[in-house]
DNA sequence: AATTCGGGGTG
DNA sequence: CACCCAGAATT
C-alpha cells in the first residue's frame, strides 16, 4: 500500500504501469465498473426517458452552467409546450424566452430557438449526427456536441463539463490549474477513457459520479467504483485536485428603476440588443444624471449579483397623469398583465412587489 | 487568453 | 459571504 502510493506521487498521466492507477491506454479498466454502478445508482432525470435528440438536446442547453436540479421543472414544462424541434421552430421567440424565464443565460434559449429553425429549414427536422456537424449549430460548442452526440447517436466522443473535468482530474492526479486553454489535457484524457461501447452512457456515468460520489468538497471514496484505480486518492490529494481558480473581486453597481404608474397601468421597456436580460422587459432605469422627481415614493431597494457584479437598485414610483407613448420597446401594462411578459429577475421581483402592494 | 453572460442552492 | 454549477460566444 505505502510502495503503491510512493510510486503514484511520482507518475505524470503518461507515466509507468507499476501499479493500478487509472491508466488511459486500457479504458475498459474504467468502464467497466464504471457502468456497473451507473446500472445501480443512475440519478432518474427526465431527459433520460429516451434517447430522442431534440429533447437530449433541449437538456443539454438548459443544463449549461445550471444544476441538473433547477434544470427538472424548466425542462418538462418546455417540452410539454415544445414536445418536437418543429413546435419549437415555429413558436414566437417572446414564448421560448417566457418559459426560459428564470433559468438565466437568455442567450442560450434565442440560439436553441435559431437553432431549431435551421434544423427544421437545413435539415428537414432531423439533427445533424456527429459533434462535428453539431457544432456548427449556435449554442452548440465542445461539450454540448461531444454530450449529443455519444448520448443521442452513440458516437465515440468525449465530454468535459464541471463533474467529468474533477473526476478525470482526480482520477490521473492531474494537480496543474483546469479550465479554459489548461482543460485540454483533460480532454486527452476524456476522449482516452470514453469506449467504443456505451460512449454516451460512460458520459453520463462519469457525470453522475461527479455528481454524486465524486463531489467538490467530502468526496465519498469508500463508495466510488474507481477509488482502487485513483491517483489522487492513492496520493492523499483529493481535496487539492482539481486546483481552485482564482475568481474576479466584484464590482459594485448602484441603480434606480422607475415605476411609472398611472392607475393600474405601469411602464416596462424591453431590453435593448447589447444589454443585459437583452429582449427581456424590465422597468426603466434612471440615467446617471437623472434625477429622482420630487413626489417619487421610495418602494423598495433590491440586490442581485450578475456574474462579478453586485447590484443594488434602488425602486421609486412616479405617478402620472398622461400615458407616456407605447413602441415596440415601451408598453404600458395593466400590473395584472405582467405575468405575460417574460421580465428581468430584477423587474419580476419589482412586478411582485407591485402585485402584493396593490 | 480573458470576459461576459443568471440565478439559486449550499456551507 | 464565497463557492458551485452537464459552457458558449465574443473580444
Redesign the pocket.
Known sequence: MALQGAAAKHRSIRGPKATRAADPAKPMAIARPLLAWYRRHRRD?P??MNRDPYRVWV??IM????????VKDFFVRFIDRFPAVESLAAASERQVLRLWE??????RAR?LHAAAKRVVADHAGSFPDTAAALREL????????G?IASIAFGRREPIL???SR?VFARLVGHDRPVG??ADEPLWQVAAAFVPVRDPGLFN?AI??L??IICT?TQPQCDRCPLAGLCVARATGRIAEIPA?TP??A?TLVRETAVVIRQGDRVLVERRPAGA??EGLWDFPLAAADDKVARGDRRLASIS?????H?ITRRVVVRRVATAPPAGRTKRFVAIAELDRLAM???GRRIARLLDANG
Do not use: C, F, K
Open positions: 432525470l431527459w433520460r437538456s443539454e443544463l449549461q452552467q445550471t444544476q441538473v436540479e433547477r428564470g433559468l438565466g443565460y437568455y442567450r440560439q449556435p449554442g452548440i460548442g465542445r461539450y454540448t456536441a454530450a463539463e464541471a463533474n474533477r479554459g486553454a453520463q457525470m453522475d461527479g455528481a467538490p481552485p475568481r474576479r466584484a443585459w436580460w442581485y449579483t450578475v456574474t462579478h453586485r428581468t429577475a430584477p
